[in-house]
């Protein structure tokens, strides 16, 4: 009988944390927090910067659905949070005030934002946790 419920409270405990669903995903949000990507970025759309302009970066529901489905997206958006992007090709344009993301390699470790980068891809667009 113990031998069933050590495993029976881990399933629970597993299906618990996908019920709160990706965006109260608590390791992940400590982890863009101590790298000082919430710091430009949130979760959730609708959020205001400074004097009301949008934010500095774009919220991470929006980075999920502009790049659902796109082959390649998790290693090209790796590599924009280690090197940084391109202040004259910025395709956020009036969605958030930054300019270009600057390179992050010294905040996080590459392993770190692929797996960040993955979670921010799993978030549904349009859906508050």
């Not at 409270?9 to 709160?20: E, R, Y």
């Not at 979760?43 to 500095?56: H, K, R, S």
């Amino acid at each position: 009988m113990i031998k069933l419920v050590i495993p029976l409270a881990a399933l629970l405990a597993s299906c618990a944390a996908l019920a709160a669903g990706p965006a109260q995903d608590k390791p992940m949000l400590e982890l863009a927090k101590n790298a000082g990507c919430m710091t430009c970025h949130h979760v959730e759309p609708g959020a205001q910067g400074p004097d009301g302009l949008p934010p500095i970066g774009p919220p991470w529901r929006d980075v999920s659905a502009k790049y659902k489905g796109q082959k390649g997206a998790l290693e090209q958006l790796t590599q924009t949070v280690m090197k940084g992007s391109n202040p004259y090709d910025s395709h956020w344009k009036g969605k958030a005030s930054g300019l270009a993301m600057p390179p992050n390699a010294a905040a996080i470790g590459e392993a770190d934002a692929r797996k960040l980068v993955k979670w921010i891809l799993a978030l549904e667009a349009g859906k508050k946790s």
